[in-house]
């Protein structure tokens, strides 16, 4: 005879948990009274999102930009941007904007 790891009644209430949890995420969000937002967009509204730092802002606006240059098509926009910034390849472009965003931040 085989061995049971848990008695017949944790069995079965595990059951009914795992019905419970299913149940729950078929339901669809109720309607919110706010504005007519669904339940879930107001939960999103109400969660307080941490603000990336300025560092984290600039660094990501500089990845961007020089990730378009990279992919730019034409190369000769892409010599044009260069000769803008006054730099030979996209990493020195990069630490270009870097520099001109954090030179923005400052003069605020």
Not at 30 to 37: C, K, N
Not at 51 to 61: D, G, L, Q, V
């Amino acid at each position: 005879p085989e061995q049971q790891l848990y008695p017949r009644e944790h069995q079965n209430q595990q059951g009914k948990e795992e019905e419970v949890e299913q149940e729950e995420l078929n339901e669809e969000p109720q309607p919110s009274q706010d504005f007519g937002l669904s339940a879930s967009q107001a939960l999103v509204r109400r969660r307080r999102l941490i603000p990336p730092s300025a560092e984290t802002m600039r660094h990501s606006i500089a990845d961007n930009l020089m990730e378009i240059l990279v992919n730019m098509t034409h190369p000769q926009y892409q010599s044009r941007c260069f000769e803008l910034l006054q730099v030979s390849d996209a990493l020195q472009a990069r630490t270009r904007i870097l520099a001109a965003l954090q030179s923005i931040d400052e003069s605020r």
